[in-house]
C-alpha cells in the first residue's frame, strides 16, 4: 500500500467496524454495508472496517514522527537566545524519554486489546466485552499520543509554529483524531458499565 518509490495513495472509507470478517486464505472475506464516503471514485484504496479501529494505529504513527522531529531539532533549539540547547536540559530529556515511553504503552495497550479480541472472535466467544475493551483502548491511545505530541510541541518554540514545520501538522492531526466518533469518550463509560454491572445483565 505504501510501497517505497510509489505516490502516496489516496485512502478513503468509514471508520465504524459495520461489516463482518473471517479468516481466508491470504487475508479475510468480508461482508457488510458501510456508509457513503466521499470521493471514493478516486480513491486507490477503500477501507471496508469490520473490527478495530485505524486512527490509533495512525496517532502511535504520528508521535513515534513527533518524537523523531523533536530530537532532531533538539541539538539547534534554545528556548531563549543564548541559553542551552534543548539537548542539553536534563528536564527535556526526561521529558523525551517519558514521551517515548508513553507512546510504547499506549500502543502495547491497544495491540494486547486487539489481540484478545480477535482471539475471542476466532474462538466463537461473545464480543461484548472485548469491543468495549477495543473502544476503549483506542480511546486511550490517541489521547495519550495527542498529549504526548502537545507536550512536545511546546519545546519547539516559535518555529514550529510554521506552516513548514512537521510538528504543527503532527499535532493538528493528533487533534483531529481526538474528534473523530471512534475515540469518544463514552468509549470508556461502556467499558465501566460493563464492569459494574450485573453478570446476568
Same mark, same amino acid.
Given at each position: 500500500m505504501f510501497a517505497p518509490g510509489r505516490p502516496r495513495p489516496l485512502v478513503v472509507g468509514t471508520p465504524g467496524p459495520r461489516g463482518t470478517g473471517r479468516a481466508a486464505p491470504g487475508g479475510y472475506v468480508v461482508s457488510g454495508r458501510w456508509g457513503f464516503a466521499s470521493g471514493v471514485s478516486y480513491a486507490d484504496w477503500l477501507l471496508g472496517v469490520f473490527l478495530s479501529n485505524e486512527v490509533p494505529p495512525l496517532c502511535v504513527g504520528i508521535a513515534r514522527r513527533a518524537l523523531g522531529e523533536i530530537a532532531v531539532l533538539a541539538d /539547534?533549539? !534554545? +528556548?531563549?537566545?543564548?541559553?542551552? @540547547?534543548?539537548?542539553?536540559?536534563?528536564?527535556?530529556?526526561?521529558?523525551?524519554?517519558?514521551?517515548?515511553?508513553?507512546? /510504547?504503552? !499506549? +500502543?502495547?495497550?491497544?495491540?494486547? @486489546?486487539?489481540?484478545?479480541?480477535?482471539?475471542a472472535a476466532y474462538a466463537g466467544d461473545d464480543l461484548g466485552g472485548a469491543h468495549a475493551a477495543v473502544a476503549a483502548a483506542s480511546v486511550y491511545t490517541v489521547e495519550t499520543c495527542a498529549e504526548v505530541i502537545a507536550d512536545l510541541f511546546r519545546y519547539g518554540g516559535g518555529r514550529v509554529l510554521s506552516l513548514a514545520s512537521p510538528l504543527q501538522r503532527y499535532l493538528r492531526d493528533a487533534l483531529a483524531a481526538?474528534?473523530?466518533?471512534?475515540?469518544?469518550?463514552?468509549?470508556?463509560?461502556?467499558?465501566?458499565?460493563?464492569r459494574v454491572a450485573p453478570a446476568d445483565r
Amino acid at each position: 500500500m505504501f510501497a517505497p518509490g510509489r505516490p502516496r495513495p489516496l485512502v478513503v472509507g468509514t471508520p465504524g467496524p459495520r461489516g463482518t470478517g473471517r479468516a481466508a486464505p491470504g487475508g479475510y472475506v468480508v461482508s457488510g454495508r458501510w456508509g457513503f464516503a466521499s470521493g471514493v471514485s478516486y480513491a486507490d484504496w477503500l477501507l471496508g472496517v469490520f473490527l478495530s479501529n485505524e486512527v490509533p494505529p495512525l496517532c502511535v504513527g504520528i508521535a513515534r514522527r513527533a518524537l523523531g522531529e523533536i530530537a532532531v531539532l533538539a541539538d /539547534r533549539t !534554545a +528556548r531563549f537566545p543564548g541559553g542551552p @540547547a534543548l539537548s542539553e536540559r536534563a528536564v527535556f530529556r526526561k521529558e523525551l524519554g517519558r514521551a517515548q515511553m508513553r507512546v /510504547r504503552a !499506549a +500502543r502495547l495497550v491497544h495491540r494486547d @486489546a486487539v489481540e484478545t479480541a480477535l482471539a475471542a472472535a476466532y474462538a466463537g466467544d461473545d464480543l461484548g466485552g472485548a469491543h468495549a475493551a477495543v473502544a476503549a483502548a483506542s480511546v486511550y491511545t490517541v489521547e495519550t499520543c495527542a498529549e504526548v505530541i502537545a507536550d512536545l510541541f511546546r519545546y519547539g518554540g516559535g518555529r514550529v509554529l510554521s506552516l513548514a514545520s512537521p510538528l504543527q501538522r503532527y499535532l493538528r492531526d493528533a487533534l483531529a483524531a481526538c474528534q473523530r466518533i471512534g475515540v469518544s469518550e463514552e468509549n470508556y463509560e461502556r467499558l465501566g458499565r460493563l464492569r459494574v454491572a450485573p453478570a446476568d445483565r
